[in-house]
């Protein structure tokens, strides 16, 4: 594949070349959402801030462009399984791309280097820190250039969820190569993060991009939590049987916890935390992507630039640290466009947790309000009794989304009560006992449990005691809980998790306040999208809803060839063809090549490649 700049003869106009190469070597027929507008912005010349969710084809705003323009395009990717993967990708599609990283010995990089300045090269992706150096500026400036990609870009601004110290170097570019166009790509951007992105890479000028933040095929779901370990594993039996997913935990020790337990009750689960030397993180992350069904457990420390389409779950086992932190995880799951879970489990030891963490970050009064902004957001979306889906994109903007029909309260709305007097008990209780005890205990002393500690302290003689009998002890833990949501009572987050009352608790106790909560329920049966049956179930039936038998053994036929053949190139799967593609060639039943090279996903260079083989295979099944 070359550049637009090495083509003999007339040359197409820059659109049509783009949609040429988005079929030909991506095998796509047609453009999605923005993407042409983004394209042939970059093409001629503009430098673009790209706001688009996880899945939605960003990669192709930059590559396309790259191919079409003359010279070479350099993405900045912050992690170099990220930066392997997109190149995998690329050459199976039969682009020119390459890497730098600290994986290349000394040999390969200089040969990399010498085919950069030669012009032998599409695409180049460069490590943030690696890309400001003297000798790579030096390199750069004596190749001839179509673009720079900045991608997670969301890591430059402090006030985001993953900001990294070495993306605020990169306004270097700006200065050093002024005539060559920009984009800065992320998934998750709020006003803030987005303000800070265009000044801190001096994009002021750049035109900006937001195709919307919705993932309609997640569905999201929160959950109360009781027994997180045996509510995960409910949950993976009965939906998720054979699914590649992740799940996500707060602390290492849990992550190594919750890892071990899933392996003892038949599930392939690998840890993944920065406790971890290297070569095990390596490993674990490398049979995820390399392997069918295999579980991650891990901290935030795993997943950014995680390509794998075919995660069919995100679980957050322990509540995550902001909205963004929730959409930036939660966008792992699903990139290949079929249905997808994203789990929460929830309860007042994830807010006891993430107010110490708050509490204990060193922050500047302006920072901490911003942060404290963020958890309440977070807190409300796991509190909210509306659209989970309204309130996320309300979040990043999108105030004007109509109900989606696809999380829990939508599928199974929850009631809404009228909680004045139940939080007037409540906070009376807190104010009586002392204002520093937790919820256990502030709940035996409403239902009137004579337990050896409400005796010890004397909370038995307390007029509270015994008042809040008409709630059991599950709705009386989600009282509290949105209590402290709606700012009514905060958490002593230095001693035990105490509670006591904030500046609007007195007018609650006056009923100058209504107060409204959302009803506890048991997690709702929301019946299945995917038809589960074991190991098979895992494959188009899950995905796709009634298959017949034939169908399920072409589908596990196809999917068998690409793991041989993906174990043979030492490349993950998804990387030969994404799910999506097979399930199309087992709808479709192509005949021949020319049927084959229709399906969304076959480019040229893959049909030459794979179309006899996966022909094969379907003309067998009859």
Not at 182 to 198: E, K, M, V, W, Y
Not at 227 to 255: M, N, P, T, W
Not at 477 to 495: C, K, P, T
Not at 612 to 617: G, K, R
């Amino acid at each position: 594949m070359t550049g637009a700049g090495s083509a003999a003869g007339a040359t197409p106009a820059p659109g049509e070349r783009a949609l040429d190469i988005l079929r030909s070597v991506f095998g796509y027929g047609d453009f999605r959402g923005l993407q042409r507008p983004i394209i042939e912005h970059v093409i001629a010349g503009g430098d673009a801030l790209v706001l688009m969710p996880t899945g939605g084809g960003k990669s192709l705003c930059y590559q396309i462009p790259a191919l079409v323009r003359p010279g070479l395009g350099i993405v900045v990717s912050p992690l170099i399984a990220l930066m392997k993967d997109q190149v995998d990708a690329l050459r199976q599609a039969g682009v020119r791309a390459a890497y730098l990283n600290s994986t290349l010995t000394a040999a390969e990089a200089a040969d990399i280097e010498q085919a950069m300045r030669q012009g032998a090269l599409d695409l180049v992706y460069v490590a943030p820190e690696r890309l400001v150096t003297a000798r790579c500026l030096e390199l750069l400036a004596r190749c001839r250039l179509a673009l720079f990609a900045i991608d997670e870009a969301h890591c430059v601004s402090q006030w985001g969820h993953d900001f990294r110290p070495e993306y605020l170097q990169l306004s270097v570019l700006h200065e050093r190569f002024p005539e060559v166009p920009r984009l800065a790509l992320t998934a998750t951007a709020d006003g803030p993060t987005r303000s800070d992105i265009l000044a801190r890479l001096k994009l002021e000028q750049a035109q900006v991009f937001a195709a919307g933040f919705d993932r309609p095929n997640i569905r999201y779901r929160v959950v109360a939590k009781a027994e997180a370990k045996a509510q995960l594993l409910q949950f993976l039996s009965s939906e998720h049987q054979g699914d590649a997913g992740i799940v996500y935990c707060l602390s290492r020790r849990r992550v190594e916890e919750v890892a071990a337990w899933l392996n003892e009750r038949g599930r392939v689960a690998l840890p993944y935390h920065a406790g971890l030397d290297a070569a095990t993180r390596e490993r674990n992350q490398d049979r995820f992507l390399r392997e069918e069904g295999v579980v991650i457990v891990a901290t935030v420390a795993f997943g950014m630039g995680i390509d794998k389409p075919n995660v069919r779950f995100v679980v957050h086992l322990d509540a995550p640290k902001s909205l963004e932190a929730y959409y930036q995880e939660t966008g792992r799951a699903g990139r290949d466009g079929l249905p997808a879970d994203a789990w929460m489990t929830y309860g007042m030891a994830d807010v006891t947790a993430l107010l110490a963490l708050l509490d204990a970050a060193s922050l500047d009064e302006r920072q901490r309000r911003i942060e404290r902004h963020k958890l309440n957001a977070l807190l409300g979306f796991c509190e909210t009794a509306s659209c989970r889906r309204q309130v996320l994109l309300g979040y990043f903007g999108e105030r004007e989304h109509p109900s989606c029909g696809n999380c829990d309260n939508c599928l199974r709305p929850a009631r809404v009560w009228d909680g004045l007097v139940a939080a007037q008990k409540a906070l009376s209780a807190v104010f009586r006992t002392g204002q520093r005890f937790g919820v256990g205990h502030l709940v035996d002393v409403l239902r009137g449990e004579l337990t050896e500690r409400v005796q010890r302290f004397g909370h038995d003689k307390l007029r509270t005691f015994g008042v809040g009998t008409e709630l059991d002890k599950r709705e009386w833990q989600s009282v509290f809980r949105q209590l402290v949501a709606q700012g009514h009572l905060d958490v002593d987050v230095e001693g035990h998790g105490g509670l006591h009352l904030s500046e609007s608790a007195p007018a609650v106790l006056r009923g100058e306040v209504p107060v409204a909560f959302r009803g506890e329920a048991a997690e709702p049966k929301l019946g299945r999208r995917r038809a589960r049956g074991g190991e098979r179930a895992a494959g188009l039936a899950a995905l796709d809803g009634a298959a017949s038998p034939g169908d399920e053994a072409l589908w596990e036929a196809l999917r068998a060839r690409r793991l041989e053949l993906a174990r043979e190139q030492g490349v993950p799967p998804y990387v030969i063809f994404h799910d999506a593609t097979l399930l199309e060639m087992v709808h479709r039943r192509p005949r021949d090549l020319g049927q084959m090279s229709v399906i969304p996903g076959v480019g040229r260079s893959k049909l030459e490649r794979y179309g006899e083989t996966f022909l094969a295979l379907i003309a067998a099944a009859g």
